[in-house]
Nanobody, 118 residues
Framework: QVQLVESGGGLVESGGSLRLSCTAS????????LGWYRQVPGKERELVGV????????NYSDSVRGRFIVTRDSTKKAVYLQMDSLKPEDTAVYYC???????????WGQGTQVTVSS
């Protein structure tokens, strides 16, 4: 059974930092791209950042590039999202994401709330 479990969300002031963590189980970790999406009520889920299975190629949305960093640790089977210089518009539910290379099916965590106060 595949499980992605997020942690690290919370309330932070504008300009502050948070680090999200996601631990994965039930997948071949090194064969999956991993990352983060986010969603606010009434809007579609959007990409935040994704790191490829080989651990080097990364893709970020324009809105977070330069402020957020995605990393992965194969020994801990975890993916992280370091968020710096947070803005109120970063407020959303953040979802951990996994997709096996060459396959279409995507796995999602349950989501963790991030709230940035102005």
């Amino acid at each position: 059974q595949v499980q992605l479990v997020e942690s690290g969300g919370g309330l932070v002031e504008s300009g502050g930092s948070l680090r999200l963590s996601c631990t994965a189980s039930g997948i071949h970790f090194n064969m999956h791209s991993l990352g983060w999406y986010r969603q606010v009520p009434g809007k579609e889920r959007e990409l935040v950042g994704v790191i490829a299975s080989e651990g080097r190629r990364k893709n970020y949305s324009d809105s977070v590039r330069g402020r957020f960093i995605v990393t992965r640790d194969s020994t801990k089977k975890a993916v992280y999202l370091q968020m710096d210089s947070l803005k109120p518009e970063d407020t959303a539910v953040y979802y951990c994401y996994a997709k096996r290379d060459g396959y279409r099916y995507e796995y999602w965590g349950q989501g963790t709330q991030v709230t940035v106060s102005s």
